[in-house]
């Protein structure tokens, strides 16, 4: 059976940029060369481990790969490359109906600061198979118990 979708955002998730610096460098982030960001080193392989196909959802776009790819450990990944210009659906993401697209009816997660219930109701309306639209804290970025959901909702994904 195919493994569920991961889309995976940078800017809230992977970097945390709305905590305080020293409280991330105190929880082991790192700003690996990168100035402005601070990337958790064994956020890599904490991804790697999970059941899913890792992409870049991202305004990174391919830049997520030449730049964070290597620093984080992960190999090169698929990348969403956004819509010039994305139809407008209210109080919705932009990412959303893109990210659905993108789907084709595969269960998907996405991994994002910027997720609301206007996203979750697009999302059941116009997706027929399991998403998990999980919302990080972008004053925390991702944490064990965010690994830990998304460990145990992958295999209840292809369940359904």
Same mark, same amino acid.
């Given at each position: 059976m195919t493994a569920p979708l991961l889309f995976l955002d940078v800017d809230g998730p992977l970097n945390?940029? /709305? !905590?305080?610096?020293?409280?991330?460098?105190?929880? $082991?982030?790192?700003? *690996?060369?990168l100035s402005g960001v601070l990337l958790h080193p064994g956020h890599g392989r904490a991804l790697?481990?999970?059941?899913?196909?890792?992409?870049?959802a991202t305004t990174?776009?391919? /830049? !997520?790969?030449?730049?964070?790819?290597?620093?984080? $450990?992960?190999?090169? *990944?698929?990348?969403?490359?956004?819509?010039e210009s994305a139809p407008a659906y209210g109080a919705l993401s932009f990412k959303t109906p893109?990210?659905?697209d993108r789907a084709r009816g595969r269960p998907f997660a996405w991994v994002d600061d910027d997720i609301d219930d206007a996203d979750r109701a697009f999302v059941a309306d116009h997706h027929d198979a399991p998403a998990l639209l999980h919302r990080v804290d972008p004053a925390v970025g991702?944490?064990?118990?965010?690994?830990?959901?998304?460990a145990a909702w992958a295999p209840a994904s292809l369940q359904q």
């Open positions: 945390p940029y /709305a !905590a305080a610096r020293d409280a991330l460098h105190r929880a $082991g982030y790192r700003s *690996l060369g790697l481990d999970l059941p899913y196909t890792l992409v870049w990174w776009e391919h /830049a !997520a790969n030449d730049v964070l790819s290597p620093l984080l $450990g992960l190999p090169r *990944l698929p990348v969403v490359e956004w819509p893109t990210l659905v991702l944490t064990p118990g965010d690994f830990a959901a998304l």
